[in-house]
């Protein structure tokens, strides 16, 4: 009777093993064709923008814990389950990421200003200042030489009139472009609104999907690139909470909070352009990224190159009018006698024109009226014809503005260029963590595979082993 309990025993022991590894050989099974899944996704979306490569993470189940009451468990171990699905992202590079890129959005802006500044300065060309300036005071020079020849005074009139023209259509293009930006940083701030409140939406359909178990990698795939995009407009910083809901800051002010969206807005005034809360009105401190650049080009660099062309037209005027008009140290006569007037008028270059229209009214000679050789005397006209010399004169004002500004835009675009470069190798480093690498999924492919079929091969095994067990065991003699 012993005997036959104990056989009995063996059996069921035997049997309950044999099941007990079907299920570990499906575990096996369903591990690696969710490795497969996961590699396959990878591969599918390799040169999608944004997306972090997957890694599946599986653990081994152990044993019960709990004893049988009549028996103990002598099996194999449970077999595997898959533990989670991992995003392959590094935060500190992550983090580097959005500051280079910020950076690279403020100092890309600056560079494009400038660079567009420049432009209105064509030097060396015909259609420079300083080619007009140059044929003004040739102009003068050529009155010298023959004061009484109405077309040379009428030329000289005509070619101060295209330095006047040249000087207010430049102030009106500096003009233009600070409009333009403003523009711009109004289209920033629609951009950046509408990224905070994604992101927000993102936030929330996180947090649910996380607690409802649904896979939410790419979601957060989707909120990493979002915040990409506020780092790079406007310098927002990102932080994930403990909860996993993450919160954008721009200047220690939550343009994002868990479900709750800020929003911004481009205002000018009296005291200049600026970003400000709408939820306020306070105006936005510490903005980064493009919308930096857009606001330093519209409150620093155009008003400064643009007051450095008023200091060129303002020059311009007063030494032209110090030698044109009549003075009791410096009698000067126009071809009628008549003591000289001002030639030029304005104090900007978006007002400087030409004081006189008539000929007869250029000043061009220094002796009065009835003197010995009045009507012959250019003197007053070369005066201002050398002009062109005077080391303090408006060519040397002019020669400083376009110095200056090739050298400024010259740094900016290095520091540009410098940056661009930073940004390059800085992604790179995030790419290398979280970029998916065909050969090394074509690698992880061909694992799981193998282990599907080893799975496979076990389940077969033991389906043979119970059906010799069930089936033909116990048959002799029958």
């Known amino acids: ?21 079907l299920n570990l050989a499906l575990s096996g099974l369903m591990a690696a064709r969710r490795g497969m899944d996961v590699t396959g996704q990878n591969v599918a979306n390799a040169n999608t923008a944004g997306y972090t490569r997957q890694r599946l993470v599986s653990e081994a189940i152990g ?16 077999g595997v389950r898959i533990a989670d ?44 200042l300083q080619s007009m300036l140059d044929s003004m005071w040739s102009g003068f020079g050529d009155v010298a030489n023959n004061p009484s020849d109405p077309a040379a005074r009428s030329q000289v009139i005509a070619k101060a009139n295209t330095v006047a023209t040249w000087l207010n259509q430049t102030s009106t293009s500096l003009d233009a472009l600070s409009s333009n930006n403003v523009e711009k940083l109004s289209a920033i701030a629609t951009q950046i609104n509408t990224a905070a409140a ?9 947090l649910q999907g996380g607690k409802s178990g649904v896979p939410v990698n790419e979601l957060l795939d989707q909120r990493d690139n979002l915040a990409d995009t506020l780092a790079q407009l406007v310098g927002g910083q990102a932080r994930t909470d403990a909860n ?11 343009i994002v909070r868990g479900n709750r969206a800020e929003t911004l807005s481009a205002t000018t005034d009296s005291s200049g352009t600026r970003l400000t809360w709408d939820k306020d009105g306070s105006t936005a401190t510490g903005v980064g990224g493009t919308a930096a650049g857009l606001l330093d080009t519209i409150n620093n660099i155009v008003p400064t190159w643009k007051s450095k062309l008023d200091a060129v037209a303002a020059q311009l005027v007063t030494s032209v009018n110090a030698v044109h008009a009549s003075t009791g140290t410096h009698p000067t006569y126009d071809a009628n006698g ?14 400087i024109s030409v004081a006189i229209t008539d000929p007869a009214l250029l000043a061009a000679s220094n002796q009065p009226p009835g003197a010995a050789g009045a009507s012959k005397d250019g003197s007053n006209a070369d005066a201002l014809a050398r ?37 390059t190798q800085i ?15 074509m690698t992880n492919l061909v694992t799981y595979q193998r282990a599907y079929e080893a799975s496979g091969r076990v389940l077969t095994a033991v389906d043979q082993l119970l059906d010799t067990l069930i089936n033909r065991t116990g048959l002799a003699g029958r």
């Not at 996993?244 to 939550?254: F, H, L």
């Not at 002009?387 to 004169?393: F, R, S």
């Open 85 to 128: 699905v991992q995003r392959l992202r590094d935060a500190f590079q992550d983090v580097r990421s959005r500051d280079a890129h910020a950076s690279q959005g403020a100092l890309g802006a600056t560079s494009d200003a400038l660079s567009q500044i420049e432009s209105l300065f064509p030097e060396p060309s015909s259609n420079g």
């Open 1 to 21: 009777m012993d005997q036959l309990v104990d056989m009995c025993s063996w059996m069921v022991s035997c049997e309950m093993s044999d099941f007990s590894t």
């Open 198 to 206: 994604n992101l927000a939406a993102l936030n929330t359909a996180i």
């Open 387 to 423: 002009l062109a010399g005077d080391v303090n004169g408006p060519n040397a004002e002019y020669h400083s503005l376009v110095v200056n500004l090739g050298i400024a835009t010259s740094n900016a675009n290095l520091r540009s260029t410098t940056q661009s470069s930073v940004t």
């Open 244 to 254: 996993g809901s993450m919160g954008v800051y721009v200047g220690g002010t939550a």
């Open 63 to 78: 044993a019960p814990t709990q004893p049988a009451i009549w028996a103990k468990y002598d099996g194999s171990n449970g």
């Open 338 to 351: 008549n003591p000289g007037g001002a030639f030029l008028t304005g104090t900007t270059a978006a007002n």
């Open 427 to 441: 992604d790179d480093a995030r790419e290398s963590t979280s970029g998916v690498s065909i050969d090394e999924e």
